[in-house]
């Protein structure tokens, strides 16, 4: 959904560039968009580029279709990411071997994959250069 409070992540996003929220008046750096900041719960943030980069945290192994769109994708990998700005991110893993907790990986934003139909972005993450 691309409202006023995820403009900016997904505008971000269809420039290969991962942007997060940062409030305006305690500093807290968050993701996913969201109105309210949930340390001083302020209304007021800034959109804020952030390094593409982080390690991974944990991952899973989707076996099963849940949308008609995925059908020949599966089995898929998703990350759950520790982005090195600190917030957690989740998205599709791409590489031939599979992740390892703590791996260096990169975050980018790819369009018209063949699993996705949709218009938005799909962030993707691949293993890091070494």
Same mark, same amino acid.
């Given at each position: 959904m +691309?409202d006023?409070v995820?403009?900016?992540?997904?505008a971000?996003?269809?420039? +290969?560039e991962?942007v997060?929220?940062?409030?305006?008046s305690?500093?807290? #750096?968050?993701h996913y968009?969201?109105?309210l900041?949930s340390?001083?719960?302020?209304f007021?943030?800034s959109? &804020?580029?952030a390094?593409p980069?982080?390690t991974v945290?944990?991952w899973t192994v &989707?076996?099963?279709?849940?949308?008609p769109?995925?059908?020949?994708?599966v089995?898929?990998?998703? #990350?759950?990411v520790?982005? +090195?700005v600190g917030?957690r #991110?989740?998205g599709r893993?791409?590489?031939?071997v599979?992740?390892t &907790?703590?791996q260096?990986?990169?975050?980018e934003?790819r369009d018209?994959l063949?699993?996705?139909? &949709?218009?938005?972005?799909t962030p993707?993450f691949?293993?890091?250069?070494?």
């Amino acid at each position: 959904m +691309n409202d006023a409070v995820s403009e900016a992540y997904w505008a971000g996003a269809a420039r +290969n560039e991962f942007v997060v929220q940062r409030c305006d008046s305690c500093g807290t #750096v968050r993701h996913y968009p969201r109105i309210l900041c949930s340390t001083c719960y302020s209304f007021d943030w800034s959109p &804020a580029p952030a390094a593409p980069t982080g390690t991974v945290y944990s991952w899973t192994v &989707a076996h099963h279709v849940f949308d008609p769109t995925v059908t020949t994708e599966v089995p898929y990998t998703l #990350v759950t990411v520790d982005m +090195n700005v600190g917030v957690r #991110v989740i998205g599709r893993f791409d590489s031939d071997v599979a992740p390892t &907790a703590g791996q260096a990986v990169v975050l980018e934003f790819r369009d018209a994959l063949e699993f996705r139909d &949709a218009d938005a972005p799909t962030p993707v993450f691949t293993p890091a250069p070494a």
